[in-house]
């Protein structure tokens, strides 16, 4: 199993601020971010999702992650405000059902004390990388919010 586009994401832009890179103009994490999957989504994943064997990953443990140090801010960027002050605008994005919805919205909060301009949406009923299956009128609605939320920032 490999990262999860998020924490790349996060990962990315963190790397560009620490060797002083030109940033995106914006940026949009979906159904991951600079963060261990944590907190209540990740414990009750199982129950919300009717799988009881159902866990969210120990993102450290992923072979990605090996040899790394968690407290680097190039690894977890969210845990460290002086990076995510220079964060480009983020979107993040997630579902209710996402075992990532706690680090999500976790990081979205850690960017407004940053003084980022942030946005955070939250779907209802969706799972992890809900995104993905295309056909689905939220997936849709994120894509046209990501479009928009980039059209904003970038014109």
Do not use: K
Request: charged letters at 15%; proline letters at 6%.
């Amino acid at each position: 199993m490999a990262a999860r586009p998020g924490v790349l994401t996060a990962q990315t832009v963190a790397r560009l601020i620490t060797e002083n890179q030109s940033l995106p103009g914006a940026i949009a994490m979906f159904c991951g971010t600079g963060l261990e999957m944590a907190g209540d989504s990740a414990a009750t994943v199982g129950v919300l999702t009717g799988q009881v064997d159902a866990a969210a990953p120990d993102l450290a443990a992923l072979p990605y992650f090996s040899g790394v140090r968690p407290n680097d801010p190039l690894v977890f960027p969210g845990h460290h405000t002086d990076v995510l002050a220079a964060f480009p605008p983020s979107l993040l994005i997630t579902g209710t059902r996402d075992f990532a919805a706690s680090s999500v919205m976790t990081m979205h909060r850690r960017l407004l004390v940053a003084g980022v301009d942030t946005g955070l949406l939250c779907f209802d009923g969706m799972w992890h990388a809900f995104h993905m299956a295309t056909t689905l009128p939220e997936a849709r609605e994120a894509f046209a919010a990501v479009s928009h939320f980039f059209g904003r920032h970038l014109g």
